[in-house]
């Protein structure tokens, strides 16, 4: 079973740094694009940042400047590194993932959504 597992939420204050991971797991035959999306309270589910397998990256306005994504691609993991947090940041963050998975009949494309992790920021 493919799956993403994320890691790293908390509470931080305002100003403060949080790390965010996220492992996908199982039998998997290539991992493509790999994203960060947050959810907060009364609000749409939005993305944050995204990477491809190429490294290409791509921010939301209103994190640009704050936040990093990266990757692992040996290790199939996402991590967004976020500094100067708000509490406007405050929201539940979720890992997607677009890749193929070893189905049974060969490679199988899937969209997968990691469970979410919250971060909350105030002080």
């Known amino acids: 079973q493919v799956q993403l597992v994320e890691s790293g939420g908390g509470l931080v204050q305002p100003g403060g740094s949080l790390r965010l991971s996220c492992v996908a797991s199982?039998?998997?035959?290539?991992?493509?694009?790999m994203a960060w999306y947050r959810q907060a309270p009364g609000k749409e589910r939005e993305l944050v940042a995204a990477i491809t397998s190429g490294g290409t990256t791509n921010y939301a306005d209103s994190v640009k400047e704050r936040f990093t994504i990266s990757r692992d691609n040996a290790k199939n993991t996402v991590y967004l590194q976020m500094n100067s947090l708000r509490p406007e940041d405050t929201a539940v963050y979720y890992c997607?993932?677009?890749?193929?998975?070893?189905?049974?009949?060969?490679?199988?494309?899937?969209?997968?959504w990691g469970q979410g992790t919250l971060v909350s920021v105030s002080s």
């Open positions: 997607n993932s677009n890749l193929f998975e070893n189905g049974p009949i060969g490679a199988r494309y899937r969209e997968l």
């Open positions: 199982g039998s998997i035959v290539r991992v493509n694009t």
